[in-house]
């Protein structure tokens, strides 16, 4: 086997991530729970005290130098804001493996810019990851880069199979699906949240509320997994005509739930009264 190839296969499963906030520890967290040798993972963070941390908790390799970080892996994670992404890429650039893929988390970056940053023989991706991917079940929005080979492509994919499921989607969908996915779990915790405080005003220790929800959350998950009708039916299996909990649904329509979250998440935030 041909020398560069045979060192972009070994590299292509080590990862580093540049930026080390709260996604990045999400990814992180979930990727070695899938699997991932802690020993190929990098990470950097502006101060040397937020990188001993990390490298503590996650048994990760930690430095400052992002041009470093990024030689060491097959695929480099732009963890950044995309005010900074173009002066990290200048930066890393010349240090970046032949076959490695730059996969940039921040909205707004298209991928023509980033290939346009980027030495030939790396390739470039989007990625709009979820921080559901701490538990491992994560939901990733992926977009490979023309530059991309199949074997690239399906490198990173792996990579984020680790934490959770991937879908891959073109470019301009980011936009559309991402308040879905990635802004998803915000609305469903407050609504979990409602809910505990509504045990709470009737009596019921949080925890114990906290448990009965999360359960209930896991179940409807499931369910709405296993079976493929219109979730209006499923819906409906659990309220019967006149009882309790079409009342309460009910109760949730004349306060406008419903339309409040199809306008939040369908388009501009619902004005306030």
């Not at 480099?76 to 076959?99: D, F, I, K």
């Not at 792996?158 to 915000?186: C, D, I, M, T």
């Not at 929800?213 to 019967?240: H, M, P, Y």
Request: proline residues 5%; glycine residues 12%.
């Amino acid at each position: 086997m041909n020398r560069s190839v045979e060192d972009a296969d070994s590299a292509r499963e080590k990862v580093a991530f540049l930026g080390a906030g709260a996604v990045s520890e999400a990814l992180i967290a979930g990727a070695l729970a899938g699997g991932l040798d802690p020993g190929d993972v990098w990470v950097t963070a502006r101060s040397q005290e937020h990188v001993d941390a990390l490298s503590a908790a996650h048994g990760v390799r930690g430095t400052t130098d992002n041009a470093a970080a990024a030689a060491q892996a097959g695929i480099v994670v732009l963890a950044l804001p995309a005010a900074v992404v173009a002066g990290v890429l200048e930066e890393v650039a010349g240090r970046l493996r032949e076959g490695a893929v730059v996969v940039s988390l921040a909205d707004g970056v298209p991928l023509a810019e980033l290939e346009q940053r980027l030495p030939e023989g790396v390739g470039a991706a989007r990625a709009m990851p979820s921080l559901t991917a701490q538990a491992g079940e994560g939901l990733t929005l992926l977009t490979p880069g023309a530059s991309c080979s199949a074997a690239q492509a399906d490198a990173v994919g792996g990579f984020f199979e680790r934490s959770g499921k991937v879908v891959r989607v073109a470019e301009e969908q980011h936009a559309v699906l991402g308040p879905l996915s990635s802004g998803g779990p915000a609305f469903v915790l407050h609504l979990a949240e409602a809910m505990i405080e509504a045990g709470a005003v009737r009596g019921v220790p949080r925890d114990l509320a906290r448990e009965l929800v999360t359960q209930v959350l896991t179940g409807s998950a499931a369910w709405l997994r296993a079976d493929s009708r219109e979730v209006a039916i499923l819906r409906e299996k659990v309220c019967a005509p006149g009882g309790a909990g079409i009342r309460r649904i009910a109760a949730l329509d004349r306060y406008a739930v419903r339309a409040a979250v199809v306008s939040a998440l369908g388009g501009a935030p619902p004005e306030l009264p």
